[in-house]
């Protein structure tokens, strides 16, 4: 039902997971753990969804947080959960025992961070262009506002779209090298009348080095092949399909009782 990450496992202040598409009760397109309520799916299938990743989490629902992702560079900082959906981010942050935050992924990446000392986690959702626009340096000053920082920010890159499935044209390439000609090495030769393969994690796993996070492990899932139990926005496109699900990523900071 779940992959961990064993760099954040073994941190005993929390809790993680990043979820699979598996052990839910949605039907179609959106089987079977599909968390997003703006996919199309039945909302009382999503609300159960969520009842079931929050049984296993051993947190409460009420007290998980998940914003209204947007693909941007926006994180926020919250110390309540009753503003879950509402609020537009790609990026979360708390330093409140009992909270747990989560993110919705169907082919890009999900992060998960925690400073143990500060006492402070993070979620970020990176696709291309979020990743592009800063979404993880915007996370991680959030963190560092709670009194985190960077060399003791222990990170999770959860599955997401693989190298070898990532096919892009040469408009998407030509941004990238706009931002830093350096980049380049995270693209595949040119072939194919201009296509190249990206490598997501590998971007992002740069990009948390660049802002000072050392100790961080990429699962290297790739989320697009029909053989691995997750939603993939990209196959349900080539499959004709208008939508696909989302699984969900979460980290819970416990309290400290637990």
């Known amino acids: 039902m779940k992959e961990l990450s064993s760099f954040l496992k073994s941190i005993k202040t929390i809790k993680h997971g990043f979820y699979t598409n598996k052990g839910g009760v949605s039907k179609g397109n959106f089987s079977s753990l599909n968390c997003s309520p703006f996919t199309g799916d039945d909302p009382k299938n999503v609300d159960e969804n969520l009842s079931r990743v929050c049984s296993d989490q051993k947190c409460e629902k009420n007290k998980l947080y998940i914003a209204r992702q947007t693909h941007g560079n926006t994180a926020v900082t919250i110390s309540s959960p009753e503003e879950s959906f509402k609020k537009k981010a790609d990026g979360i942050v708390t330093n409140v025992s009992g909270i747990s935050i989560g993110i919705l992924t169907a082919d890009c990446a999900p992060i998960l961070m925690v400073d143990p000392y500060a006492k402070v986690i993070g979620a970020a959702h990176a696709g291309w262009k979020g990743a592009l626009g800063g979404i993880i340096d915007s996370t991680v000053e959030k963190m560092m506002a709670l009194g985190a920082r960077p060399n ?43 296509k190249r393969k990206f490598n997501l994690s590998k971007y992002v796993l740069a990009n948390l080095h660049t802002v000072g996070i050392r100790e961080v492990e990429a699962l290297e899932i790739d989320t697009f092949p029909s053989s691995t139990p997750f939603f993939s926005h990209r196959k349900a496109q080539e499959n004709g399909e208008i939508d696909s699900g989302r699984q969900i990523s979460i980290i819970s900071l416990l309290l400290a009782k637990d």
Do not use: V
């Open 152 to 194: 003791r920010i222990i990170a999770g890159i959860g599955p997401c779209i693989g190298s070898n499935s990532y096919e892009i044209g040469s408009d998407l390439f030509d941004k990238f090298i706009l931002e830093n000609k350096e980049n380049d090495r995270f693209f595949s030769k040119n072939y194919n009348g201009g």
